[in-house]
């Protein structure tokens, strides 16, 4: 299975900081990767696909970047309703695989 | 707009059996795909089951291969999941999910999601 290593677990921020999550996968999975937000008590929200393409209705502040095996996500400006858990996913290889999880924090 | 709406769950004991449902309104049910994921505090999230539109073709993770069985009936605009032999590391939320479409296996709706406990 490909394994999705995502870094850092944990990151303390504040509202306006441009916030930057890593995820690596253990071998080529471009582009066939997706973000997701979760807040607690509810279910994943699909944020980003194929690497930088934005789901409809997600805000801009929002983009998604990378290649190969190594992927970014990045939250341009933090706003308070961004604090919740990303992962990230991939499909090129069944079975499809989610990273461990990033939580983000309020500093 | 997309809404999937889950029943089942509950608590059952190591080798009971239980099934869950998931009900979609809001798009055209028969042409997607649908997949089951669970999440629990010590794996994270994982994806279960696939089914595709058609249900002619169905996946399953090795860890639930040959114990829980995908379904879906088209007209009633429904999934569901037969899960069997259940094990007590088979205690998550387990959450439907609409596939985003075409080539594309990402999750792009999701269910409220439903907590099973095996105890």
């Known amino acids: 299975d490909i394994q999705l290593t995502q870094s850092p677990s944990t990151l303390s921020a504040s509202v306006r900081d441009r916030v930057t999550i890593t995820c690596r996968a253990s071998?080529?999975?471009?582009?066939?990767l997706a973000w997701y937000q979760q807040k607690p008590g509810q279910a994943p929200k699909l944020l980003i696909y194929?690497?930088?393409t934005l789901e409809s209705g997600v805000p801009s502040r929002f983009s998604g970047s990378g290649s190969g095996t190594d992927f970014t996500l990045t939250i341009a400006s933090l706003q308070p309703d961004d604090f919740a858990t990303y992962y990230c996913?991939?499909?090129?290889?069944?079975?499809?695989?989610f990273g461990q999880g990033t939580n983000v924090e309020i500093k | 707009q997309v809404q999937l709406v889950q029943s089942g769950g509950g608590v059952v004991q190591p080798g009971g059996s239980l099934r869950l449902s998931c009900t979609a309104s809001?798009?055209?049910?028969?042409?997607?795909?649908m997949h089951w994921l669970r999440q629990s505090p010590g794996k994270g999230l994982e994806w279960v089951t696939f089914i595709r539109d058609d249900g002619g073709s169905k996946y399953y993770s090795d860890s639930v291969k040959g114990r829980f069985t995908i379904s879906r009936d088209n007209s009633k605009n429904s999934m569901y999941v037969q899960m069997t032999n259940l094990r007590t590391e088979d205690t998550a939320v387990y959450y439907c999910a609409k596939d985003l479409g075409g080539y594309y296996r990402y999750f792009d709706h999701w269910g409220q999601g439903t907590l099973v406990i095996v105890s």
């Open positions: 809001g798009f055209n049910f028969s042409n997607y795909g």
């Open positions: 996913q991939q499909f090129h290889t069944y079975p499809w695989t």
């Open positions: 071998q080529n999975v471009s582009p066939w």
């Open positions: 194929q690497a930088s």
